[in-house]
């Protein structure tokens, strides 16, 4: 059973960082599309970045310069090094694979999920 599992998460001040994990189990994604995306109260799921097997990796605008994706294939694992934190990067912040080498943006491209962890930027 494919599980991924976020953490990281919390409160921080504007102008803050934080560093989010995804631990993957069930199967090895290091062949795969890992991205990370949120959501914020009363809007939709938003792209954030993705990154591919060789490492290429794309960001949203809203994100790029302050935002780093990584990945440990040996554990499994996707990591958001998020700086330079703004109130409006308040989300529910969730990682996720897809079952393909090209990268996308939208959330139906992706087919595994996990539960989500809350980052909260105060002013």
């Known amino acids: 059973q494919v599980q991924l599992v976020e953490s990281g998460g919390g409160s921080v001040q504007a102008g803050g960082s934080l560093r989010l994990s995804c631990a993957a189990s069930?199967?090895?994604?290091?062949?795969?599309?890992m991205g990370w995306f949120r959501q914020a109260p009363g809007k939709e799921r938003e792209f954030i970045t993705a990154?591919?097997?060789?490492?290429?990796?794309y960001y949203a605008d809203s994100v790029k310069g302050r935002f780093s994706i990584s990945r440990d294939n040996g554990k499994n694992t996707v990591y958001l090094q998020m700086n330079s934190l703004k109130p409006e990067d308040t989300a529910v912040y969730y990682c996720?694979?897809?079952?393909?080498?090209?990268?996308?943006?939208?959330?139906?491209?992706?087919?595994?999920w996990g539960q989500g962890t809350q980052v909260t930027v105060s002013s």
């Open positions: 069930g199967r090895t994604f290091s062949s795969y599309v």
């Open positions: 996720a694979v897809r079952l393909r080498r090209n990268l996308a943006t939208t959330p139906y491209e992706y087919d595994y």
């Open positions: 990154i591919t097997w060789s490492d290429t990796t």
